[in-house]
């Protein structure tokens, strides 16, 4: 049987086989812990891509105006936010008091001729109908306080 060579700080331990490698209470095979001035890998990277960032930055640049369109991409995607689409305004009749069938067929209608786009008409109806959800629970809610009242 060979003989199970250890480093000093590693005496008197032997190795588990299956089931937790520590046990609770059980003396650290390394009470020192992590000897201080060691710099990780990534540390070691990071600190490297920090020193020559602006070497980096500046060639970029450079080929960006130099006609590098990859280049310009990812300069402006780093500096610029993305831009939202943006609905344009628009008028036409609506009686926001009507009942919500009505209101519907009113932005049907201004859909038809033409004075809302079909993407925007949805977004209306859409709105029509979270407001119709939330005015049905009120008057829910209102109904339940008369009958509450009552008793």
Do not use: Y
């Not at 490698?21 to 890998?41: E, F, L, Y």
């Not at 640049?61 to 831009?83: E, H, K, V, Y």
């Amino acid at each position: 049987m060979s003989e199970l060579i250890q480093p000093e700080w590693l005496q008197g331990h032997l190795p588990t086989t299956g089931g937790s490698k520590w046990v609770k209470g059980m003396k650290s095979p390394n009470p020192a812990g992590r000897p201080r001035g060691i710099v990780d890998k990534r540390s070691k990277l990071s600190q490297k891509m920090l020193g020559d960032a602006q070497a980096i930055i500046d060639k970029m640049i450079a080929q960006a105006l130099d006609g590098d369109a990859q280049a310009a991409s990812l300069i402006l995607s780093r500096i610029m936010p993305t831009l939202r689409a943006q609905a344009e305004r628009v008028e036409f009749d609506f009686d926001a008091s009507a009942p919500v069938t009505q209101q519907v067929e009113q932005v049907l209608q201004a859909i038809s001729e033409g004075k809302v786009a079909a993407d925007v008409g949805r977004q209306i109806i859409e709105a029509i109908g979270a407001l119709s959800a939330v005015r049905a629970v009120d008057e829910l809610e209102r109904r339940l306080q008369a009958l509450e009242d009552k008793q």
